[in-house]
C-alpha cells in the first residue's frame, strides 16, 4: 500500500540540555504523549509512525509507540538522514512530513494547512516551523513537508556530516535546488516571538505553568496563543 502523505516523528531519550525529556510529564501526560496523540488528529496524514534510534534508551520510545498504538522503525543515532530515510523507504509514501517529538503542542489544524499549502502550490517542499522564511508562527506549532523525490534527492547527494545529522540541512544550503514556498501563520497566531518547543527546563517549567492555566493536550494553537498571551509581562 501507497500512503499520500506518511508523518515521522523523530523522537530520542538522549538529551544533553534536558534529561529523558521525552517522557517528562505535561499534565498527566508524556511529552511524547502529547506529540502522538495531536499528530493523530490531522486529517492530511494518513500513516504516523515514529523514527528512533537503536540504542537501548530508546527501547522506551517503542514502548511508548506501542502503548499509543502506532508503529515504528529503529536506525543510526547519528546519521539520521539516514534513519528518517529508510522509515520512509519501508512505508512508500508520496510525501512525507517529519514532525520534531520537542514540540509537544504541535497543532493538527496547522499540520493540515500545511500539507494543503503545499499540495496546492506543488512544492517540493515547504514548512511552517522556521522563522528565516518569514511566516510568523510561533515556535513548536508546525513540522516540514516534502516530496518523496526531494527525500531522495537529499539521501543521495548529501555527503557532509551535518547533512546526515540534520535531515533538512541539505535543502537549507541548496534552497536553489528546490521548489519552495511557505504558509504564513493566521492573524490570531500570528506571534513569531512566542516559543513552545521543548529544549530546556526553562522551557519545561514555562510549558506547566501554561497547563497549569489551561492548556490541555486536545487545545488549539489560538487557545494556547491566548493564554499564552497573558502571561507576557512588558
Same mark, same amino acid.
Given at each position: 500500500?501507497?500512503?499520500?502523505? #506518511?508523518?515521522?516523528?523523530? !523522537? ?11 517522557? =517528562? %510529564?505535561?499534565?498527566? &501526560?508524556?511529552? /511524547? ?6 499528530? @493523530?488528529? *490531522? ?19 517503542? &514502548? ?10 529503529? +536506525? ?12 520512509? @523507504? ?10 520534531? !517529538? ?8 496547522? #499540520? ?6 503545499? $499540495?496546492?502550490?506543488? =512544492?517540493?517542499? *515547504? ?12 515556535? +513548536?506549532? +508546525? !513540522? ?19 547533512? %546526515? ?28 516571538? =512566542? @516559543?513552545?518547543? $521543548?529544549?530546556?527546563? &526553562? ?6 505553568? /501554561?497547563?497549569?492555566? +489551561?492548556?490541555? $493536550? ?12 497573558? #502571561?507576557?509581562?512588558?
Amino acid at each position: 500500500m501507497k500512503f499520500q502523505n #506518511l508523518g515521522i516523528i523523530q !523522537a530520542r531519550i538522549g538529551s544533553k540540555r534536558l534529561k529523558n525529556k521525552m517522557v =517528562l %510529564r505535561l499534565d498527566s &501526560h508524556r511529552i /511524547l504523549d502529547w506529540v502522538i496523540k495531536r499528530c @493523530k488528529l *490531522s486529517k492530511s496524514i494518513d500513516k504516523l509512525v515514529i523514527a528512533t534510534s537503536t540504542k537501548t534508551n530508546d527501547d522506551l520510545i517503542c &514502548h511508548i509507540a506501542n502503548e499509543n498504538e502506532i508503529e515504528f522503525f529503529r +536506525g543510526s543515532e547519528n546519521d539520521v538522514l539516514k534513519r528518517f530515510y529508510l522509515t520512509y @523507504k519501508k512505508y512508500n509514501s508520496s510525501n512525507v512530513t517529519r514532525i520534531c !517529538a520537542d514540540n509537544p503542542f504541535i497543532d493538527p489544524i496547522e #499540520l493540515d494547512k500545511l500539507y494543503d499549502f503545499f $499540495i496546492k502550490n506543488s =512544492l517540493d517542499y *515547504s514548512c511552517n516551523h522556521q522563522q528565516k522564511f518569514k511566516n510568523k508562527y510561533p515556535d +513548536g506549532f +508546525g !513540522a516540514e513537508i516534502f516530496t518523496s523525490e526531494a527525500l531522495n534527492k537529499i539521501n543521495e547527494k548529501a555527503f557532509l556530516s551535518h547533512h %546526515r545529522e540534520h535531515v533538512t540541512s541539505y535543502i537549507y544550503d541548496n534552497l536553489n535546488e528546490f521548489k519552495i514556498s511557505t504558509p504564513v501563520a493566521s492573524e490570531k497566531i500570528n506571534f513569531p516571538k =512566542l @516559543k513552545f518547543d $521543548i529544549d530546556t527546563s &526553562h522551557d519545561y517549567n514555562y510549558l506547566k505553568k /501554561l497547563v497549569e492555566k +489551561g492548556v490541555h $493536550i486536545n487545545s488549539s494553537a489560538e487557545d494556547i496563543v491566548s493564554i499564552a498571551k497573558k #502571561l507576557i509581562t512588558y
